[in-house]
């Protein structure tokens, strides 16, 4: 009997220890994509809403954009006026085709460019120039933002 009883409270031990587990990791991944989530939510949107088309007007400078962080939110239409301010200027944001706009495209000195997408889908991309404007010219980043 106590060896069928030290038998039983060795397998449940065993079987507690066995149980999956949610790892660090998981739990760390969760509250960094709660704390975004939440900081997001609270960002205002950009520019403002012309004819039905959320218009934002997009500066280029070395090695800058201003805004640095556009904000949008899921469905609308979104046009932007990108004006380059000292030297010719590419804009892409990556894993996004803009119809119409070869990455490759340069808005030169006191030009302005009109882009227009659709934001279909809530995220983050990382907004650059695709056109060398310096030796800045690798951290000239900003942030496209989809809200739901």
Request: aromatic letters at 8%; a neutral charge.
């Amino acid at each position: 009997m106590k060896k069928t009883m030290l038998m039983f409270v060795l397998l449940i031990i065993f079987a507690s220890a066995c149980a999956p587990k949610e790892n660090e990791d998981a739990i760390k991944a969760k509250k960094i994509i709660e704390y975004h989530k939440k900081k997001f939510d609270s960002l205002p949107l950009s520019g403002k809403i012309i004819n039905g088309v959320r218009e934002i007007e997009v500066k280029s400078i070395q090695y800058r954009w201003e805004p640095d962080t556009i904000v949008v939110k899921k469905g609308e239409k979104i046009r932007f006026v990108i004006e380059s301010i000292d030297v010719p200027h590419g804009f892409e944001l990556e894993g996004i085709i803009i119809p119409g706009w070869d990455t490759e495209n340069a808005v030169k000195k006191g030009d302005k460019t009109m882009l227009e997408i659709n934001a279909e889908e809530a995220g983050e991309w990382d907004m650059v120039c695709t056109v060398y404007c310096g030796p800045g010219h690798t951290g000239m980043k900003g942030k496209y933002i989809v809200k739901n």
